[in-house]
């Protein structure tokens, strides 16, 4: 069939990761290529910028300049929370189609695949033919169709990272130790904590994600376990670990009701929950030095731990989202399939496959009796997240007592 | 003068660092070269291991084991918080005595070049010629005398990394951010958030050190002139700033009291501090979005964070540790003299002029006025960093609005 011309838009939507950009200059770099495409603009801020027309020519970018941007965490265009309704949308269509955008490509989660949905649909109504595709990425692995998300690998390695160096610390000065990790109701990346363990005793000895309703008294048994078996005890929690009745725990314990414009909790940016938990730690069992962080803002946007295969298949994703834009008159969600191990092709889902609706932990990835998680969990993200660096404990023999007092 | 043949003994105390083992790795090949010395030990938990006599005999680790472990962060003989007073060094002098020790390393900050110092004094005193030597580190950069301590370099690259993200991340959503970094007397690592600096209106755009008092009134000021310049803002803050009279700030926001065996408030391993800061200026100024992490463990243990200037400096001062003692009847801390734009030298100091004491930033570093870091600190800290990854904007020229509305 024939391709349309016209020009295209780029926007990156929602929590940045640190290998948006290349999904960013993976699209731009290949829509130059197209006569076709007729200039790449990038929104500022999102959706935001689409319809405040805050757009720059990103067809007059160098390459340079592009792929060093690339190399850049957190979305290099800017980015938005704000979630279009039905009227939102019906503005960016009409900016778009002023501007005589025929292709347009939106880089964020389940929302921003929502909005591609919606703004297709407008599209469709007024017989203006746009094409509409929506590129994949979240730090929280937790979007629909797809093998796993760009971003997750490069977050899932700087947590397991900060969890070996934090294995290692705490077995120098040992205690409890409880770090809070991002995620609302996935706790894909909380799981990668795992990666931190080489030696057997080696933490996180406990990990808590929100898929499985979070017991306090489990909670005060397992870390007394663990502490009694080990001398010390590290735990991983996701942020949004909740109760039997679903109620976040973070709510039990603080007075936070601050809300996005999703409607949810702020769970991230505070260390409510990793205070509460060590207050109940020090409250229930007889252990002194319980310490906690929450990894916050660092693990989503870091510079300098991106995972290599993350980093390359977040430039592919952009890439293929213009090539199956230009060369068929499709719509949809570019997903990963997984086709061996390790090796992947990619492919085009319809977008209300991806919207709105987020992924859970499959069971088989939790270890529910010991608060830990499974080896399929480990085969499934591994290649994802890449080699980590070595570390070693010290091999030599005991010397004998003298005094042996 | 005539070489002293014996056992030699090597621990670590104190919080760790990512490059405490190269110390401990420099040490050990150095001290398996001389004939003189007959074995090394290290001891396990720092001087706990050594009245406890729990040794490991490291003239029998593979050199791999020790080239692997020299690139592991944290103490990899393990370390203790214990503050050997006169009577417990008494009992150190009396196991080294036992086992025919005539050489002494321990490496930490200056509470360990404190016990070194007693050490040395109950050896003098018994007319028993034992070797002391202090091998300096902390990522508080405060022990007096040297130029720097091996192990800042290397916290300050996580930290400058860690707000280099931060600022990209909060440039893309913007509001204000909050990250409270490690130092309770000395500000010398929150100092090299400044690094993540590119762009003029990057953040952090304040930084606030415990070596000026910290108002309120100024923060909350300071906070509301860059986010009205910039719509957004990063700041810094050790966890150890206090107010005029010189009582920490989390004491006065939180009913937290725990105490180390120094006396010390507990400052970190709690967000306390952020939450409360984050309180204020929500409270006093109306920003809707303002986020607070505490950076807490991670930033002194993170595995794959080094400096490289940083891990060799701290294995040299391991080896010159081994090299001063044999060759010499001396006792002292190890420092670093700067002799170049960027050359160093190692001395020998007297105990007595490290321990105890600490060292705080001076005043050509701080920048009261706008509560910042000078380009001195800069010039200063920015070779023992070393290179950071490189982080970029996107260059685009502006496209024109049609609708315009």
Redesign the interface.
Same mark, same amino acid.
Do not use: W
């Given at each position: 069939m024939a391709k349309i011309t016209g020009k295209a838009v780029i926007a990156?939507g929602g *929590? &940045?990761t +640190?290998v948006i950009n290349q999904s960013l200059v993976g699209a731009v770099l290949q829509a130059r290529k197209y006569a076709c495409i007729e200039?790449i603009? *990038?929104a500022l801020h999102g959706v935001r910028g689409i319809i405040d027309?805050?757009? $720059?020519?990103?067809s %007059? +970018?160098?390459t340079h300049? $592009?792929e %060093?941007?690339g =190399?850049? &965490?957190?979305?290099? =265009? $800017? #980015?938005?929370?704000d979630k279009p309704d039905e009227e939102y949308c019906a503005k960016i269509f009409?900016?778009l189609k002023?501007?005589d955008v025929r292709y347009f490509y939106y880089c964020g989660g389940n929302d921003s695949a929502d909005t591609c949905r919606i703004v297709n649909e407008n599209a469709q109504k007024a017989g203006y033919e746009l094409r509409v595709v929506h590129i994949p990425k979240t730090i929280d692995n937790d979007l629909r169709v797809t093998d796993h998300c760009p971003g997750f690998g490069s977050a899932g390695k700087f947590v397991s990272?900060?969890f070996? *160096?934090?294995n290692?610390?705490n077995?120098?000065?040992p205690g409890v130790?409880i770090g809070v990790v991002m995620g609302r109701d996935a706790g894909f990346l909380t799981a990668t904590s795992i990666f931190?363990k080489k030696y057997p005793d080696d933490g996180p000895h406990l990990v808590y994600v929100p898929e499985k309703p979070f017991d306090e008294e489990k909670f005060i048994t397992d870390v007394d376990r663990i502490y009694t078996e080990h001398g010390r005890c590290v735990v991983a929690v996701s942020e949004g670990v909740r109760n039997a009745e679903g109620e976040p725990i973070v709510s039990a314990f603080t007075k936070s009701q601050e809300k996005d414009a999703h409607g949810n909790v702020q769970l #991230?940016?505070? *260390? +409510?929950l990793?205070?509460a938990l060590?207050a109940l730690i020090k409250g229930k069992l007889s252990i002194k030095r319980?310490?906690?962080?929450?990894?916050?803002?660092?693990q989503? #946007?870091?510079?300098?731990?991106a995972s290599p295969i993350d980093a390359h298949e977040a430039r592919e994703v952009g890439e293929k989202a213009v090539q199956f834009s230009v060369w068929e008159n499709v719509d949809g969600s570019v997903a990963i399939r997984r086709t061996g191990d390790y090796s992947v092709e990619y492919f085009l889902t319809p977008l209300e496959t991806v919207a709105r609706h987020a992924k859970s932990m499959p069971d088989e990835f939790i270890d529910v009796e010991n608060s830990s998680i499974t080896t399929a969990f480990k085969n499934y993200a591994r290649p994802i997240i890449g080699d980590? &660096? %070595?570390?070693?404990?010290?091999? +030599? &023999?005991?010397?004998k007592?003298?005094?042996?007092?």
């Open positions: 990156q *929590g &940045p +640190a200039n603009y *990038g027309e805050e757009f $720059l020519d990103l %007059q +970018a160098t300049n $592009l %060093q941007v =190399m850049t &965490p957190s979305s290099g =265009m $800017l #980015s938005t929370r009409e900016v002023a501007h990272q900060a070996a *160096g934090i290692l610390d077995r120098s000065i130790y931190a #991230s940016g505070t *260390g +409510a990793g205070d060590a319980v310490r906690c962080d929450t990894f916050g803002y660092l989503r #946007s870091f510079l300098g731990v980590l &660096p %070595q570390y070693d404990r010290i091999s +030599a &023999p005991v010397v007592k003298i005094l042996n007092k």
